[in-house]
């Protein structure tokens, strides 16, 4: 399996922006996907989840009500929507996948076994 993602960029506090996650590969398992974000000198950190069938969405308490997270299994695809942007938020953003698709929550990276290159958001104030 190998993720792909893009859509990062440069915006003003208070924009936005929509990150996807191409999903390419075979994988038998249906897969949990899930954002993280690494700023400069920081851990990587959980963003958000969701589950195989979509059902249920998680998110980070500082992104809740500003993110929101989708896919679309047809199209190998899953989407960050990124609005009322911070320059908190300025990080790396990565894609991440692994083989447990139901609604369990997994924040820890080590959880996930697949990972996109990270795509830059860069937040000016």
């Known amino acids: 399996v190998q993720l792909q993602a893009s859509g990062g960029g440069l915006v003003q506090a208070g924009g936005s922006l929509r990150l996807s996650c191409a999903i390419s590969g075979r994988s038998f398992d249906p897969l949990g996907m899930a954002w993280f974000r690494q700023a400069p000198g920081k851990e990587r950190e959980f963003v958000a989840r969701?589950?195989?069938?979509?059902?249920?969405?998680y998110y980070a308490d500082p992104v809740k009500g500003r993110f929101t997270i989708s896919r679309d299994n047809t199209k190998n695809t899953m989407w960050l929507q990124m609005t009322s942007l911070r320059p908190e938020d300025t990080a790396v953003y990565y894609c991440?996948?692994?083989?447990?698709?139901?609604?369990?929550?997994?924040?820890?990276?080590?959880?996930?076994?697949?990972w996109g290159q990270g795509t830059q958001v860069t937040v000016s104030s």
């Open positions: 969701s589950d195989w069938l979509h059902t249920r969405s």
């Open positions: 991440a996948a692994d083989k447990d698709g139901s609604t369990n929550v997994y924040e820890s990276a080590d959880r996930y076994e697949y």
